[in-house]
């Protein structure tokens, strides 16, 4: 991953058929790579093998939405970090909200999830963000303080392994209401600060990146990239379909 580019990450959640996965897949072909940017797709489990070969060589990170925290066993449904590499994936978003919500996961399973992703070698992208209630009761950075303390709880970092922390307030998600670029701006550097305190000033920066995910479109990413505490954006409906998916790279290689 390029320290200095900007990812832009499209989650496709469960808005896509297998078929219409590898067909976007394909349609990514005519993206030009740009060093400004290091995309990824997040397909469901079912279209990831085919995702993967329909990329074939192009430079997009594949990921998957989900993982579980062990290797092997009697778990019926899950899937595991390893197989998850075995399919070719190098990225993985944990504690997205909307299984923290209609799944009842918990930051006790978010962190067992980050650690095994981890020890499998893959890069979480971990989600983090306060509901609509928590934001205008001004409860923000005591939600931010609990999911990022409990997510990282034991987690250790050295060598080269990257943590992705997704910024994504539930309440600008699918929502087409993004969060004010000001707002999105004290959010990362918030975030930024417990890193600080938790793993000193060189590790936090060189081992954590920070993006903002919640409604972002092609004509609002700009006001995203532009940020230097911004790292870049997980989008969920925009990343859907290829040609607008290809409108926001374009937007945010300006
Ligand atoms: P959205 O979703 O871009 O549709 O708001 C973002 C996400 O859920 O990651």
Same mark, same amino acid.
Request: charged share 25%.
């Given at each position: ?12 959640? &469960? ?22 940017? +290091? ?22 990170? $594949?990921?998957?939405?989900? %993982?579980?925290?062990? #290797?092997?066993?009697? /778990? ?10 075995? $399919?070719? %994936? ?13 799944? =009842? #996961?918990?930051?006790? &399973? ?22 609509? #209630? ?6 923000? +950075? ?8 409990? =997510? ?27 969060? !004010? ?17 938790? /793993?000193?000033? !060189? ?18 990413? =700009?006001?995203?990239? +532009? ?9 969920? =409906? ?17």
């Amino acid at each position: 991953m390029n320290q200095q580019s900007k990812l832009i990450f499209g989650n496709w959640k &469960m808005q896509l058929t297998v078929k219409e996965s590898v067909r976007f897949a394909e349609a990514l072909k005519v993206y030009e790579p740009n060093p400004k940017l +290091t995309v990824g797709v997040f397909p469901s489990f079912a279209a990831i093998d085919r995702v993967r070969d329909a990329l074939g060589d192009i430079p997009v990170i $594949l990921g998957a939405q989900d %993982c579980f925290w062990e #290797e092997k066993g009697p /778990y019926t449904g899950e899937v595991s970090p390893s197989e998850l590499i075995n $399919l070719g %994936c190098s990225h993985v978003l944990v504690g997205h909200s909307e299984r923290r919500m209609h799944l =009842g #996961e918990t930051d006790l &399973m978010v962190q067992k999830k980050i650690a095994a992703a981890q020890k499998a070698g893959l890069t979480p992208v971990f989600c983090v963000g306060e509901k609509y #209630e928590e934001r205008a009761a001004k409860q923000w +950075t005591t939600v931010l303080t609990t999911q990022v303390g409990n =997510g990282l709880d034991g987690i250790e970092l050295s060598g080269t392994e990257q943590i992705v922390i997704a910024y994504e307030p539930v309440w600008a998600i699918g929502t087409g209401k993004a969060c !004010d670029p000001g707002e999105a701006r004290e959010a990362h550097a918030f975030i930024r600060s417990l890193l600080v305190e938790r /793993y000193g000033t !060189d590790r936090a920066f060189r081992h954590f990146r920070l993006i903002y995910g919640g409604s972002v479109e092609p004509r609002n990413i =700009g006001s995203f990239m +532009t940020d230097e505490g911004i790292d870049g954006a997980l989008v969920g =409906g925009a990343s859907q379909k290829a040609a607008s998916f290809l409108a926001l790279l374009e937007a945010a290689a300006k």
